[in-house]
C-alpha cells in the first residue's frame, strides 16, 4: 500500500513551459485536492475532484487545470509556467465525506520557474 | 467561509519543556478539527484530531481538547525532544476540503 504518490519529486522549469505534475492514490479514496505551499505560508488549496469526472475549484486555480478521469489519478497541469508558480506542491486524498475523515498527503513536488 | 488561526513560530525549546501551540478556528456547524505535522522535507502527516465537542485527540504524547465555547483546538506536549522539531498545522474540516492553518515552526534544541 503506497498511499499517495507524486512525480516528479523536484523540477525546474523556464517561464511559459508547459508541465503536468502526477498524482496517484492506491487506497480507493473518491476525495482528492492539490495544495500550494509558500515559504511561511499554510497551504492554499488549488482544485480538488470528489470522485472521476468531478473537479472544483479551490482558494487558488489561476494558471492551473486539473482532471479526473480515473479514481486513482489526478494531475496537475501548469499551461504557462510563471515565476508566481514557484512552490511546493501536495496532493491529497480522503475516503469520502463527512467531518472525521482524514485526509492522506503525498510527499511533495518542488517546482522552481526561472 | 472557515478560517484558523495559529501562533506564529518559531517556537524554540529546550528538550523536556512543555509545549503549547494555540489555535483558534471560525467555521459553521459542527466541524471536525485537525493537528497535522510536517518534518522537513515531508508531506503532512496527521497528528491527532477531534471530531466533536469536549473530545481529545492524542497521539505521541501530544493532546489537543475541542473547546467549542472558545473555538479553540490548542496543541500541548508535557515534555518534548528534539525529535518533535517540525512545523504544526491546525486545521478545521469544511466537509469537503480541510481548511489550514498558517503553521507553528517548533525547534527543540538539546
Known amino acids: 500500500n503506497a498511499g499517495v504518490t507524486q512525480t516528479p519529486k523536484f523540477r525546474i522549469l523556464k517561464i511559459g513551459q508547459s508541465m503536468t505534475l502526477q498524482c496517484t492514490q492506491d487506497?480507493?479514496?473518491?476525495?482528492m485536492y492539490w495544495y500550494r505551499q509558500d515559504p511561511g505560508m499554510g497551504l492554499k488549496l488549488i482544485y480538488y475532484?470528489?470522485?472521476?469526472?468531478?473537479?472544483d475549484k479551490g482558494e487558488v486555480p489561476n494558471g492551473y487545470n486539473v482532471s479526473r478521469s480515473t479514481t486513482e489519478d489526478f494531475p496537475l497541469r501548469l499551461e504557462l509556467a510563471a515565476p508566481s508558480q514557484t512552490s511546493v506542491y501536495f496532493c491529497?486524498?480522503?475516503?469520502?465525506?463527512?467531518?472525521?475523515?482524514?485526509?492522506?498527503f503525498g510527499p511533495g513536488t518542488r517546482l522552481l520557474v526561472l | 467561509g472557515d478560517s484558523v488561526t495559529q501562533m506564529e513560530g518559531p517556537v524554540t525549546l529546550s528538550e523536556e519543556a512543555f509545549l503549547t501551540i494555540n489555535c483558534t478556528y471560525t467555521a459553521t456547524g459542527y466541524p471536525s478539527l485537525f493537528w497535522y505535522v510536517q518534518y522537513p522535507g515531508e508531506g503532512l502527516q496527521l497528528l491527532l484530531k477531534?471530531?466533536?465537542?469536549?473530545d481529545k485527540g492524542s497521539n505521541k504524547g501530544f493532546e489537543a481538547t475541542y473547546r467549542k465555547e472558545t473555538t479553540s483546538f490548542h496543541l500541548e506536549k508535557g515534555s518534548v525532544q528534539v525529535s518533535d522539531s517540525a512545523v504544526y498545522f491546525c486545521a478545521v474540516d469544511g466537509y469537503s476540503t480541510l481548511t489550514f492553518g498558517k503553521g507553528t515552526m517548533l525547534l527543540v534544541s538539546p
Open positions: 491529497a486524498s480522503r475516503r469520502g465525506e463527512g467531518y472525521q475523515e482524514t485526509q492522506y
Open positions: 477531534a471530531t466533536k465537542a469536549d
Open positions: 475532484s470528489v470522485g472521476a469526472g468531478i473537479t
Open positions: 487506497m480507493n479514496h473518491n476525495y
